[in-house]
């Protein structure tokens, strides 16, 4: 029997749990969960993970990162360089901030970081079939949050776009814009 990859088993991944917890408080743990819950959601068909690398400062703020590979290959047909990142904001991150009620992890803001794949094919079956010759090309965009903003969010002080518009979006490093859709009557 070959040994379990490091942080496989319960127990490392209940004492890694219990670490986070204890360094950067119970929604840390929580956040940790719900994004890579939605990006499995979302349409991840290769491996997801996440990781929490701890506190990044950006402008004299310090920002608890996260780094989500989704496991999501974007199809270049159907969705464009910025409609990718819209998908992840919408589908991804925005989804793991209304799950909360309030937002307390012992920081700043939050840097969420996501990588994903895109390349062109026919459906979801094509995708699957031609994986072993390659996932697409690689992209990350990291969203820079203050917890105040969050708040103001959640509390319905402000709309996702103008969350959106207070934070600092990379895109493989370079600042970028979103230009969120309206919401729809059913939220």
Known sequence: MEPAEPGTTRVEILQAMHDLQR?????????????????IRGG???EASISVPGLEERDGKHYLGFTLETGIVY???????????VHAWTEIVETTLHKFSALNVSA????????????????????RTHLHEGHGDPETTTFYLLLADVADL??????????????????????????????????
């Open 44 to 46: 991840s068909v290769l």
């Open 75 to 85: 199809n270049d047909r159907e969705v464009s360089a910025a409609a990718r990142r």
């Open 23 to 39: 360094k950067y408080g119970a929604d840390a743990v929580l956040m940790e969960g719900q994004l890579l819950s939605q990006a």
């Open 108 to 127: 700043d803001g939050l840097a969420i970081r996501l990588g994903y794949t895109h390349k062109p094919y026919d459906d979801e079956a094509d995708l």
């Open 154 to 187: 959640l509390a319905k002080r402000i709309s996702a776009q103008q969350l959106v518009q207070r934070a600092t979006i990379l895109v493989d490093g370079a600042a970028a814009e979103l230009l969120l859709p309206p919401p729809s009557e059913t939220q």
